[in-house]
């Protein structure tokens, strides 16, 4: 008795000092809802003041989560702070301030509002029979299944999807070998699927962090107006990779029907759930004043709180449940929210502070053909990345300076050549998210799983887009 009594004393004690950890935790997502309900508000007004309100609102955020933020985010955000703090003070206008605020707060909103859907999703049922399922194809079909999950996954999931997809892929490959040579040929061959899909979702997903980010820099363009550049793009860039699966060594295994009795009904419903957010953002930014960014952040947490429904929840499970699921999970993304927010932000108040005339003159004088510099622009976004120099920043910056500087570039190239740089980066740079999950995944070194794996493959892709950018200039 004595020892229960002392153990159950004890409990409260232990416990006593995650309560601040609690409200801190209660505080950080209050300040991520609070702030994409001001951004939400501009989108829908084209108030921008409201941007400078979610400013103020998420700034709190490097005060309560600062141990859990990067030393790296840290650093950008201070360099944005004081890039804007002397374009304000040498008399930036204003205006121009707002809206490189209102484009950036996008970014966690957009973050924020997938956390809902991730939160739906990231364990249900459905998700986990098809994930199960393309990892458990035999050699000959599992390319495609895995590069097609791994680009569904990307991009209702994002990071995490690629995490889940990933680690349910390497446990798989573990079990169909004790050959450490056959194992390293499969393991490779898999990642290589995976990560083609995922970093396919670049070229072209309306819902992505890249598209929302470089798309609005152009006037009278909007991603309607991209979407068939980048669809195929996509579809390049993942033939391209199955192609050199193909090429490469292929150990025979074992093959072996596989039985998951309504995984394609599931599929289909993934696909619905896509599509459907889609469509619904589409049909209100046809039908109302709210543009696309704006029906986005409607469209996701609704389909989020519908997918649940469909899931016939069990009593307690339900739109309560998730509700407070996704709020707790807030806080989770904080770095990689606050890393969004900072590169995106230093990039667009880049765009007002660099003298883009020096540009516009140098691209006189030069006369070079378009193609130049949409290879410019590849070379440069894949160059710094490799030196931890964030595609965010760079591509950023090389839109919005090509645009400000009105270089004869058609809109789309000059878009496709950004995202062509910031995919590459993603499959090979030691610095990126998916490089370094993958890395201690396989535990294999970061050069190993990027510039080694995936060298040859990132080489053919910019190559092919050099020859389109070469023929599209000679037909301008």
Known sequence: MENEKTSGS?????????????????????????????????????????????????????????????????????????????????????????????????LPALLTAMVVLQSATKRSAPVMRVAAYVVDQPPGRRFGMLAFAGHLFGILLNIGGYRLLLGLAVDHCQRMTQDARVRLIQTRR??????????????WSPIGVAINLIVPLIDDFDWFDYAPYGVMATIGFIGLQFFLDRLGPRPKGRSYPVKA??????????????????????????????PLQGSLLIAIPTAAILWRLSERPAKGAGVGSLMHTAFRSLTDPVNEICLILA?????????????????????????????????????????????????????????????EA??????????????????????????????????????QPASVVGLKWNGLFVLCFVALLFAIFAGWTLIL
């Open 10 to 106: 004890a409990l409260p004690h232990r416990d006593a000092p995650k309560a601040p950890d609690s409200v801190r935790v209660s505080m950080q997502a209050w300040v991520f809802l609070l702030a994409a309900l001001a951004t939400l508000a501009d989108r829908i007004t084209g108030v921008h003041d409201f941007s400078l309100v979610s400013l103020a609102i998420i700034s709190v955020t490097f005060i309560l989560s600062w141990r859990r933020i990067s030393r790296l985010t840290l650093i950008i955000a201070a360099v944005g702070l004081v890039t804007t703090i002397g374009f304000l003070a040498t008399g930036g206008d204003i205006e121009a301030f707002k809206l490189a605020a209102s484009r950036a707060l996008f």
């Open 190 to 203: 898999i990642q290589g699927a995976i990560i083609a899909g995922f970093g396919a979702t670049i070229l």
């Open 261 to 290: 009795p309504g995984v394609w009904i599931d599929i289909l419903r993934l696909l619905g759930l896509l599509v459907g957010i889609m469509a619904v953002s589409m049909l209100v930014d046809y039908v109302s004043d709210i």
């Open 343 to 403: 590169s995106g932000f230093l990039g667009l108040i880049l765009i007002e502070v660099v003298p883009t005339q020096h540009l516009e003159s140098l691209v006189a004088t030069l006369a070079l053909p378009t193609f130049a510099y949409a290879i410019f622009i590849v070379v440069v976004i894949f160059g710094l990345s490799m030196v931890a120099i964030s595609p965010m920043i760079t591509g950023t910056l090389l839109v919005g300076a090509f645009v």
């Open 406 to 443: 009105n270089v004869a570039m058609p809109a789309p190239m000059l878009i496709l050549a950004t995202l062509t740089g910031w995919s590459a980066s993603m499959v090979i740079s030691p610095v990126t998210a998916t490089v370094a999950i993958t890395s201690a995944e396989l535990k």
